[in-house]
């Protein structure tokens, strides 16, 4: 009886304080979602909720602390170093059940790429190898959030899809210039 009551109040707290964020229609279409629906979307993670409440557009005072607390988010390799073995990663990289990256990034040489995402074709040519480089490209694959809140690219490393060493890996494949990534053509490049 108490996991009921407790149920309850969870979803009555969740129509409460969504009815401040979502339109009449969108209301009703939450309630006939059912119970399973209503709970998923009282349940969400603080960061979650906060994309979902504000529709994927944070607010500008919300930003710092929101940015703050995903970089805080972010593990590096225990050896430190943030490129690993390009060629594992291109197997994590082209694959759909691992880190499926062509799906949403055109630049893949195995794979017809997507348009969801920037365009990765031939990334380490364009952009170098340095320390820099390879930080920033690191921290946007363990944790997207941390540079663009509330993208719809998955957070491998915050969200445990791939480990830190994978993610280096998935840094090597995409900057070393002897990775297929930066040596063959792009399926689909002109």
Request: aromatic share 12%; charged share 25%; proline share 5%.
């Amino acid at each position: 009886m108490r996991k009921v009551l407790v149920a309850l109040f969870a979803l009555a707290l969740a129509f409460a304080l969504a009815q401040r964020y979502f339109t009449e229609e969108e209301l009703k279409r939450i309630e006939t979602g059912g119970k399973a629906y209503a709970e998923a979307l009282a349940n969400q993670r603080p960061d979650q909720a906060l994309c979902s409440i504000h529709r994927n557009r944070l607010p500008a005072d919300l930003l710092p602390k929101f940015l703050e607390e995903q970089r805080a988010l972010i593990k590096y390799p225990a050896s430190g170093k943030l490129m690993g073995d390009w060629r594992k990663g291109g197997a994590i990289f082209n694959n759909l059940q691992k880190a499926n990256c062509f799906s949403c990034h055109f630049g893949s040489p195995e794979h017809l790429g997507g348009d969801v995402g920037p365009s990765l074709e031939k990334y380490g040519l364009k952009r170098g190898q340095s320390e820099a480089v390879q930080r920033y490209t690191y921290e946007v694959i363990y944790n997207s959030w941390a540079y663009f809140p509330c993208t719809v690219m998955y957070r491998f490393g915050a969200q445990g899809l791939l480990t830190p060493e994978e993610i280096a890996d998935v840094v090597a494949y995409l900057l070393d210039p002897e990775s297929d990534f930066n040596t063959k053509p792009a399926v689909g490049s002109k």
